[in-house]
């Protein structure tokens, strides 16, 4: 499959030092979606974004379309923009909100003005230290320019933004747990039923909660129009997307991809892309979908970057974030290192999560450092079964968020690929990696 020459949507404008400015923003058509949106009714602002068919690109892939006609009628609406990017090796929206934060402005008015809500927050991820410095610059600024706040544009249209910092814990990317976060409380995600915001909200109202890449295609549906978004990619997978690429590959990085028409063996190897494996080395095994989800082998390279097709394949393309392992990865300890950041960032609300992560990240480690048995494999899938009922995907859930059944993907499929270079560890009473 050829890579194709589809123009960038959401970086396109990155290739200006300056692209975080005001200025720069407003010299590359910066805003011109959000007054071509404020001249239509909202309901068909609405209706491009479903002729889009614009999945979220926060992991779950939802269609944004379909998020926004579930909103609930009530006098008080939110709008939520989720910038917590917390996933390892997942970096795509940082990029953007330190890069182009205007353009996460600009959607988030078009999504407000959609769905008529008089109050958006953007929800960033405390540690982006420059990407909130420059984000809340840009408000400040849009502001200023009359494209924010009271009778924008002189549309009569009004609605202010909040820019809210998180405090650094993953399981505030969980939507329920950003909302209590966002109302002040420890970010515990909510008992489901109700299964989204829509329904019942931040303070109780129906609420929106949007990723921010999702955010930054939206001036350009506006001014091309969906059915222009549609035509790219294949299937229900439009658009293009960010793929966050890293691990062991020569050029790690950030790169917009048409969906579909793009695989995963171009994405690795293409000399303009991740340029191959480094040192020349082969690959091993890649994650598709960031760290909860199940690992691919080389078998799978050829997989276009389609969700469906991923899916029916076994993984998820989630969060974005491709990691790639080379034939020198030690396969233990990289599944170790993912449990036991489970391990580390579980909220402690359900049994299953709290107490599973534990024992499974101190079973693991047992074995990397020499001390397992045999019967620890048995053990951990026996574990990781009690944790996800079934060792399927997608998992089964015992537990309030997906943070529970995300303990298991690394290990169980660790494990079924790789079986024998654990009893090696186990065997030989070491890592044979070192």
Not at 101 to 106: D, K, L
Request: proline fraction near 6%; charged fraction near 20%.
């Amino acid at each position: 499959m050829a890579l194709t020459d589809v123009a960038p949507i959401v970086t396109a404008r990155l290739r200006h030092p300056d692209s975080h400015t005001l200025e720069r923003y407003l010299a590359t058509g910066g805003y011109a979606g959000l007054r071509r949106a404020l001249r239509m009714e909202p309901e068909q602002v609405a209706e491009e974004v479903n002729a889009a068919s614009l999945l979220g690109r926060g992991g779950a892939g939802f269609p944004a379309g379909r998020k926004w006609s579930m909103l609930r009628k009530a006098p008080v609406r939110y709008l939520v923009v989720n910038g917590d990017e917390s996933e390892p090796a997942t970096f795509k929206d940082h990029l953007l909100i330190e890069r182009d934060p205007h353009g996460i402005i600009e959607g988030t008015l078009i999504a407000a003005y959609a769905n008529q809500v008089a109050q958006a927050f953007i929800y960033v991820r405390g540690e982006f230290a420059l990407g909130l410095e420059r984000m809340q610059t840009a408000l400040n600024e849009a502001y200023e320019n009359g494209a924010v706040g009271r009778d924008i544009f002189g549309s009569g249209f009004s609605v202010d933004i909040v820019v809210h910092p998180g405090a650094g814990a993953y399981i505030c990317g969980e939507e329920t747990a950003l909302l209590e976060s966002l109302e002040g409380k420890r970010g515990f995600p909510r008992i489901k039923p109700p299964y989204f915001p829509a329904a019942i909200g931040l303070y109780g109202e129906p609420t929106i909660v949007n990723n921010t890449e999702t955010m930054a295609n939206l001036p350009w549906i506006i001014q091309h129009g969906g059915h222009a978004f549609a035509a790219l990619g294949e299937g229900s997978s439009t658009g293009t997307r960010l793929f966050a690429l890293s691990g062991h590959v020569r050029r790690p990085g950030n790169y917009e991809l048409e969906m579909a028409k793009t695989t995963f063996r171009d994405l690795i190897f293409a000399p303009v892309l991740g340029g191959g494996i480094r040192g020349g080395r082969q690959l091993k095994a890649f994650i598709p979908g960031g760290a909860s989800a199940p690992w691919f082998g080389p078998d799978k390279v050829d997989l276009p970057l389609d969700q469906d097709a991923v899916g029916k394949a076994g993984s998820m393309l989630g969060s974005g974030s491709v990691i790639v392992m080379d034939d020198q990865t030690c396969v233990v300890r990289a599944a170790w290192r993912i449990v036991r950041f489970f391990y580390r960032e579980s909220c402690g609300q359900c049994t299953p999560c709290r107490e599973g992560s534990g024992w499974v990240e101190k079973v693991v480690r047992r074995i990397e450092e020499g001390s397992g048995r045999e019967e620890d494999l048995d053990l951990l899938l026996d574990m990781c079964d009690n944790i996800s009922p079934g060792l399927s995907w997608p998992p089964q859930q015992t537990t309030i968020c997906v943070l529970g059944p995300s303990i298991p993907s690394s290990i169980v499929w660790a494990i079924r690929m790789f079986r024998d270079e654990f009893l090696v560890h186990i065997k030989e009473g070491a890592c044979p990696y070192g």
